[in-house]
């Protein structure tokens, strides 16, 4: 429709600061906007009488202006505007403070309604600030029902936003069109879409909120889930994958690893083995905390497809990452006589053009990289498996294209962020799930404390200590969203003045994204050797680094992180057998920050701190759907909503088994809907 679509500034109530307010909001539209839910409601149909009000209760009362009793300014910044209201039972004194508009608006013989605070003022009982609505005779007021309550409305006063979101849902009048087919109305007994959009906003009643949500909730996620499971179906295309039958030398391989698999290894590989030797395409999930081993494992997998003359890949969120595998892999399987590559951005145009000749030629058995690894045309000759590490760097997105490629790999995913099953079904449609739940014998938990900035110098000075008996130490600086440029000045700066003040016995190294693949291979290399004691880094080292004699990690402004964030930094650590040390700094000022410290210094447990995670954050980020580039939640919360979602699973189901290709055919308005919904999102 097309008054969906109109430019938010031609409402009224939206002047120039407004818009630009709205903007930020990323409220651009009219759909926009009534899409812009309330965060709570208020019940204010409990009405009190003057006579019956107690300092400390908020309620709302009905009453008549008697007369203003005063109009101050007291001095630059203060202005005051009190009145005298009564009702059939007393007085009351109303003040506002500056809001010196009220004044325009109110005035004596007024029939008011207000909601509000009462407070024990110096000449009685009064209420301050409250939220008012002058009621014409006749009129039915609509302040004393449940009231919303609308966030991140900086600049707006709830009564504004209230304004203008009546104006728009009054010229939209119920014309929203009705995408959702009628029988998927009927059996999940949905409200419709124009009551939904209008009830959300202005219920008459809790009820109704309910209602209206159930509604908006139910779309929002059978919306998702659609578009989820038709890249899903692009993905597992009905073409059969390479069965990886042989198995010749993949036991003696193992036996002769460094170190015995524990037992949560073997099972994981187990389940792998068996998948990869089928013809259906694995598409399998392996899920374990930092430091749980899950690099052999996929380097046995990536073996086994080897021995049976086929190639694999392995892609890693970053290319410090991906160096370190290309070592890894190269040290246990070139003395097997596999063939390695790495394809990163950095090669030169002649070293890359014959890396991909050889690739296609396959000449190279195992291919290792960054994403780029499937951005770029890299042609296989028989590409049997691919693995990512650290998926939740890695999208749907990413794993359609590999698909599209015309392969047909068996996929493994590594990721160090469980996550409940549900909500795996939501994020990554029908993958099947393996677990690593067990560390490798000899782990020591990584002793955690926090810091405030000023107590640093104690940190420094225990640094020292580990540093004088042989071992290394990690400073983490924070991650400047905005600007890689100016976190990589920050961590130079840090670099510099540790260098010069409590590391000048030691060798202080400098590591940060904007420095070259080369000098970053350079700094890493001689971080391995113990040639350079303290790592002063960038968040770049959080996933993946392997260094065992790294036994401390300081994280300067550690209030900036997030949890998993810091878990996986804090995997830097306690690698080895020796007692490893995490330091937060930090600047403890919100309480988000103070609980994630507290949280951090009382578990090492991956799964845990997932869960914390994801009560702390909410869902739709601990997802990273825009990093998948999903639109966020605006309504639906997967751990409120989780009878929805599985509600929304079943109907999702029953599309399928009449459209097993999800073409919507069939339901013309709701594929429109969400085509347009997810325009521009790759594989739709
Ligand atoms: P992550 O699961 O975080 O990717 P890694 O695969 O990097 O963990 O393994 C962490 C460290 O543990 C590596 O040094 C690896 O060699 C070692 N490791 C893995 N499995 C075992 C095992 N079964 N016994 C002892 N050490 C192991
Ligand atoms: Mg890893």
Request: glycine letters at 6%; charged letters at 25%; a positive charge.
């Amino acid at each position: 429709m097309e008054m969906l679509k109109k430019d938010i500034q031609y409402i009224k109530g939206v002047g120039p600061k407004k818009l630009s307010l709205l903007k930020k909001l990323k409220i651009f539209n009219v759909e926009d906007m009534i899409y812009h839910f309330p965060r709570d409601y208020e019940n204010r149909s409990f009405s009190k009488k003057i006579i019956e009000l107690k300092p400390g209760e908020k309620v709302t009362i009905y009453g008549v202006i008697v007369g203003q009793r005063q109009s101050l300014k007291v001095r630059k910044g203060l202005n005051i505007n009190r009145y005298l209201v009564k009702d059939d039972s007393g007085f009351i004194s109303i003040t506002f403070f500056n809001q010196p508009y009220v004044k325009n608006k109110l005035k004596a013989n007024d029939s008011i309604m207000l909601n509000g605070k009462i407070k024990m003022g110096l000449q009685g009982l009064e209420m301050v600030n409250p939220v008012f609505e002058v009621v014409n005779q006749g009129e039915n007021p609509t302040l004393d029902t449940i009231v919303p309550i609308y966030s991140s409305t900086d600049g707006f006063t709830q009564n504004q936003m209230i304004s203008i979101k009546k104006n728009i849902l009054q010229m939209v009048n119920d014309d929203v069109v009705e995408y959702m087919p009628e029988i998927i109305i009927e059996k999940n007994k949905l409200c419709g879409l124009n009551f939904a959009l209008k009830r959300i906003h202005f219920p008459t009643s809790l009820q109704e909120v309910k209602i209206a949500r159930y509604r908006l909730v139910f779309d929002e996620l059978l919306l998702l889930q659609l578009v989820l499971v038709r890249i899903k179906k692009k993905v597992i295309s009905s073409k059969n994958s390479i069965p990886l039958k042989n198995n010749e030398g993949l036991v003696q391989f193992i036996n002769h690893l460094p170190f015995q698999l524990t037992g949560a290894q073997k099972t994981v590989l187990q389940e792998i083995i068996k998948d990869l030797e089928d013809v259906t395409p694995m598409n399998r999930l392996v899920q374990g905390d930092v430091g749980s081993g899950k690099t052999i494992v996929a380097i046995i997998a990536l073996y086994k497809a080897v021995i049976n003359s086929c190639q694999g890949a392995l892609m890693a969120p970053t290319e410090i990452l991906a160096e370190q595998h290309y070592t890894s892999l190269k040290q246990l399987l070139e003395p097997m006589g596999v063939r390695i590559g790495l394809l990163i951005g950095s090669l030169t145009k002649t070293k890359k053009l014959e890396l991909l000749e050889k690739i296609k030629e396959g000449q190279i058995d195992i291919i290792i990289g960054t994403h780029a690894l499937i951005q770029e045309s890299v042609e296989f000759q028989r590409l049997a498996l691919v693995v990512t590490d650290e998926q939740h760097r890695f999208g749907v997105r990413q794993r359609a294209i590999l698909a599209e490629k015309g392969e047909n790999p068996h996929i493994l995913v590594m990721t160090a962020t469980p996550i409940p099953r549900t909500l795996a079904l939501i994020l990554y449609g029908d993958l099947d799930i393996s677990i690593i739940d067990e560390l490798p014998p000899g782990r020591k938990e990584i002793k955690t404390h926090g810091l405030t900035q000023e107590e640093k110098e104690r940190a420094y000075e225990f640094a020292k200590k580990e540093l004088n008996s042989g071992r290394q130490i990690y400073v983490v600086c924070p991650l400047v969203e905005e600007s890689e440029v100016i976190e990589a000045k920050a961590a130079t700066d840090i670099a510099e003045e540790l260098a010069s003040t409590f590391f000048q016995d030691y060798t202080v190294g400098l590591l940060h994204g904007k420095m070259k693949t080369k000098e970053k291979e350079e700094i890493m290399k001689k971080f391995t050797k113990n040639e350079i004691n303290v790592l002063v880094s960038t968040t770049v080292i959080e996933v993946g680094v392997n260094v065992p004699n790294a036994t401390m990690m300081i994280i300067e402004n550690a209030e900036r992180f997030g949890l998993a964030q810091l878990h996986q930094l804090r995997g830097r650590v306690g690698r080895g057998h020796s007692q490893s040390y995490c330091i937060l700094l930090h600047n403890n000022k919100s309480k988000i920050a103070k609980d994630r410290i507290k949280i951090m210094e009382s578990t090492n447990d991956g799964f845990v701190i997932s869960e914390k995670d994801l009560e702390i954050r909410g869902p739709g980020e601990f997802l990273g759907l825009r990093q998948h580039g999903l639109p966020d939640f605006k309504i639906a919360n997967l751990l409120k909503h989780m009878k929805v979602l599985k509600r929304v699973q079943s109907q999702v189901e029953e599309i399928l088994q009449e459209d097993p290709l999800l073409s919507l055919d069939k339901y013309p308005s709701l594929k429109t809907k969400l085509e347009e919904k997810f325009k521009g999102f790759e594989g739709i």
